[in-house]
């Protein structure tokens, strides 16, 4: 392999269990392979994340990486891409599978090894399910550092989000299904993330999909909230998917008093939606576990003058070109909720609640601005 990139297979999830699982299936499908594994529990009080690198044989090689600015997952980052180039320039490793620990969350280490375009070659993102694990991991509105998972002192996500980033990220996701998972729990993974290739994780599929290559542009695209490929309506097993489409904004006021029921309406929701008080920012609805997210993304691009268009992605503009509106342009809700027994008519009527009324969308732009504002700490202005 001198001379040629490394091939890179990152495998993530929460289900440590079944992570495991996956990657001895491919140290023993794929000849040639080595896994490596940062461990980044007790880290900070160690001070050191602990590397262990290993093929079916067992362990060939155990390291330590000191923490950087107080933060595992960037020891992680600032050791790993060296070990991976070791590995790349001894000439003899087929496939470095990279497996992450439990929080860790797949995108930032898929960019990190794409960015070494003259060593690695990043061929797969796989995540690891459990099917039984799925919804009590999505409905777990804990914080990580209280379950011992935080990979650094200032990290404030939980395990309900970084779970479904986990889960959403990847295209490939490998079922290990010890026949605990119902009908149930297979509906709602199919719901959640419908493009996903799901593979039995014993399956010779697991190996060919380790290989087949992976588009991080095309990942971001996927999971940014202006173009992201969002599910569909569906109803299988008892869960529901229900998609939510209007092009009138919401009252601030109203949506923000309605914010605890909409987020345990549902097991998972996500999407983009406008706010009349903020009429040309595109805002992004991230939801699991009873938490919202609401973040800014950026203008609309009916905000943008028409010179700025050159600018923007074909994929976002194609994005926008669906929603378009002779009158708002992209400017619109679109949420999407999925869960065991959704009430789709009661989110409906909660929902269409929060809208602008009549009287009030007559009023006009000027008038939606002077609304009194409702989500400045979630924006934190």
Not at 73 to 101: H, M, Y
Not at 299 to 320: C, G, I, K, N, T
Request: charged share 25%; hydrophobic share 45%; net charge negative.
């Amino acid at each position: 392999m001198t001379g040629q990139k490394l091939p890179v297979a990152i495998v993530g999830g929460l289900h440590a269990d079944a992570r495991r699982a996956v990657v001895e299936r491919l140290l023993r499908a794929v000849p040639g392979s080595i896994a490596l594994h940062h461990d980044l529990a007790g880290a900070a009080a160690k001070g050191t994340v602990r590397r262990t690198v290993r093929d079916t044989l067992g362990v060939r090689d155990e390291g330590e990486a000191p923490l950087v600015d107080d933060c595992a997952c960037c020891a992680l980052r600032e050791d790993l891409v060296p070990e991976l180039v070791r590995l790349a320039d001894g000439g003899s490793t087929r496939l470095a599978i990279v497996e992450l620990w439990d929080s860790v969350e797949p995108r930032a280490m898929a960019e990190v090894v794409a960015a070494r375009h003259a060593h690695l070659r990043l061929t797969s993102v796989i995540t690891a399910v459990d099917p039984a694990l799925l919804l009590p991991c999505l409905g777990n509105g804990d914080d990580l550092a209280d379950v011992g998972l935080a990979a650094a002192a200032s990290d404030r996500r939980t395990v309900a989000d970084t779970w479904a980033r986990q889960l959403e990220y990847a295209p490939v996701l490998a079922i290990v299904d010890e026949g605990e998972a119902d009908d149930e729990d297979r509906a709602l993974l199919a719901q959640l993330h419908p493009t996903a290739r799901h593979i039995p994780y014993e399956s010779g599929e697991l190996a060919e999909a380790s290989l087949a290559g992976f588009d991080v542009e095309a990942a971001a695209a996927r999971q940014h909230p202006a173009c992201a490929l969002l599910p569909q309506d569906a109803d299988d097993a008892g869960v529901g998917t229900y998609v939510w489409h209007r092009t009138r904004p919401f009252h601030p006021g109203r949506l923000y008093e309605a914010l605890e029921d909409l987020c345990c309406a549902a097991a998972r929701s996500r999407g983009r939606f406008w706010l009349a008080d903020r009429p040309d920012t595109l805002l992004a609805w991230d939801a699991a576990g009873g938490a919202l997210c609401v973040e800014s993304a950026g203008p609309w691009l009916a905000a943008l003058p028409d010179a700025a268009w050159e600018m923007v992605p074909p994929v976002r503009r194609a994005a926008a070109a669906l929603d378009w509106h002779p009158e708002h342009g992209d400017c619109c809700q679109h949420l999407v909720f999925t869960s065991p027994g959704l009430d789709r008519d009661g989110l409906s009527a909660l929902l269409d609640s929060c809208l602008l009324t009549d009287a009030e969308y007559a009023a006009g732009r000027d008038s939606w601005k002077l609304l009194p504002p409702a989500f400045d700490a979630f924006l934190e202005v």
